[in-house]
């Protein structure tokens, strides 16, 4: 498929579901409320954002099974994990879960990308001395539900100032993208550009411009999540295996961007 065309279709789909979620937000008062100390926004703002992003994963996923059916066990797993992920963000943000339950469901989801998905961190390159730091069998689970785990929560650390923490994201899927590009990694690069269509729908609706004085949807737990995971299952896709696009240091270092 053509990458503007579905850059494009991610974006409208991004906006088009998170101008839908606003409203039913809104409806059912499903929004963060201001209380003047640690939230400083003007108004009830709904925290929505990760629909527009899920339903362009959504869009990608359905080319990418529908381009090479021999994938499709893999990125059903991807699917999968997405929703799951997305949802206990959403349930946090609505209900504010036990820390407990969130990792037990995080530590959940990275398990099944590793075990389900084949997606996982064995190697970390030349770290030690120029001489490969390689992991074999189950050594494999602990360490890679470590990182990402540890992932899925970085980012919603620096969350606080309207458009900040999609704006990163942004660049460091810009960059996953062009190693994907270089590499000729076709299905890494669709993945790519679709997650950057739906993060520029959810920055549309998230940053402020001239017309736009406030932030009328948030990151949310359910962005913030679901973003992160999208990440580090990125990350850890190319530059894992023989045939990998960059080195594990550099994939530290394009999400340390």
Known sequence: MNLLLLFA????????????????????????????????????????????????????LF????????????????????????????????????????????????????????VALSDFGGILLNTSLQLFGLAVIPITIFAVVGVINSLNMIDGVDGLSGSVSFVTLLLIGTVAFIDDDRQNLMLTTAIIGGVLGFLYFNLRYRKQ????????????????????????????????????????WLFSV
Not at 65 to 74: A, L, M, P, R, T
């Open 9 to 60: 279709l991610c974006v409208l789909v991004s906006i088009a579901f998170i101008r839908l979620s606003i409203s039913a937000a809104s409806a059912v008062n499903i929004a963060d409320t201001p209380d003047y100390n640690h939230k400083l926004h003007d108004t009830p703002t709904p925290f929505v954002g990760g629909v527009g992003i899920l339903a362009a994963l959504c869009v990608a």
């Open 63 to 118: 080319f990418l099974i529908d381009i090479n059916s021999d994938s499709f066990h893999k990125y059903a797993v991807l699917g999968l994990i997405s929703i799951t992920i997305f949802s206990i963000g959403f349930a946090d943000d609505a209900l504010t879960l036990n820390y407990k339950s969130r990792f037990f469901i995080q530590i959940l989801v990275v398990f099944i990308m590793i075990l389900v998905g084949g």
């Open 213 to 252: 004085r406030y932030a009328r949807v948030f990151l949310g737990d359910n962005v913030s999540m679901l973003l992160v995971l999208l990440l580090a299952w990125l990350l850890v896709d190319i530059s894992q295996g023989s045939n990998r696009a960059m080195t594990p240091v550099t994939a530290l």
